[in-house]
């Protein structure tokens, strides 16, 4: 099994964008569907994005329109684009591919109102 990396959280004020990466050493990120996922504080861990192996993309649907799933398959890395952040978009957000049960420790995202 692999191990996801994320990186590139960061505090950010209401309206701002952030770009979040998950590295999956070892791994062809074009071969297995590859999933983001946030956890909001005293939430359940949610689905937010997820690329599959031929390219198409699915998102929550209240999200949809502001977040953009793409991949690097020279850099084993996804990349999770999100604009227009707000307060309630703050958490802990962590990627998996569908081929493994193991998490990375995840990147966290605060939004300031």
């Known amino acids: 099994q692999v191990q996801p990396v994320e990186s590139g959280g960061g505090l950010v004020q209401a309206g701002g964008s952030l770009r979040l990466s998950c590295a999956v050493a070892?791994?062809?990120?074009?071969?297995?569907?590859i999933g983001w996922y946030r956890q909001a504080p005293g939430s359940q861990r949610e689905f937010i994005a997820l690329i599959r192996a031929d390219g198409t993309t699915v998102y929550l649907p209240s999200l949809k329109g502001r977040l953009s799933i793409s991949r690097d398959n020279a850099k084993s890395t996804v990349y999770l684009q999100m604009s227009s952040l707000q307060p309630e978009d703050t958490g802990l957000y962590f990627c998996?591919?569908?081929?493994?049960?193991?998490w990375g420790q995840g990147t966290q995202v605060t939004v300031s109102s």
């Open positions: 998996r591919p569908s081929t493994s049960t193991l």
């Open positions: 070892g791994m062809n990120v074009g071969t297995s569907p």
